[in-house]
């Protein structure tokens, strides 16, 4: 709860007769929400930098601008906490290898009782190009095991997400090859803006809605 709404609920329990303008009963009456933040990648260092983790990359990039860090395990992942608008948030990175990251968004779930529409998973797709980024409030896997994976675990397609585009495969190339691969220089100076904007479009998500971040990010690089 930011500082603000916590002092004037306090104050409202302590002096009952205060005057309740509508903007106060608003304050009074607004549900305090948690998210969870979920960035999909593998782990270990072999895999770091590569396409396959730019959610990852995006989670360390919005723990930066939260003040905080992502390194307590539990859930099958690493996570750490903040506050984004007032709502708190958990930062979660899976330690399952993409193709399980639903055993780890599930658990986290069940334990911070998280509806599917708060949770916010970010994660790469070939079919954007590099550094484009594109939010989507519901939706298919789209061939991503990942999200194919948290699907089956939530059993729901009904989950925000934001994709981080890392360019098509080249022709003749394994996908599995090409996703696990680094970036060239260039694209990686892309990507690092990338990341950046997706975190600043989880905080658009939250604060405003998904709605106002799509308008706001989608296509943007």
Known sequence: MIPAIKTIRLAYLACPYM?????FRRVLERKIFMYIIAGLGNPTREYEKTRHNVGFDTIDVLADKLNTSVDEKKFKGLYGRGIIAGEKVILLKPQTFMNLSGESVREAADFYKVDPEHIIVIYDDISLDVGQLRIRKKGSAGGHNGIKNII??????EFPRIKVGVGDKPPRMDLADYVLSRFSKEDREKMEQAFKDAAEAVEVMIAEGPDAAMNQFNGHK
Do not use: D, F, R, W
């Open 19 to 23: 005057v309740e303008s509508s903007a």
């Open 152 to 157: 089956a675990h939530l059993g729901t397609q």
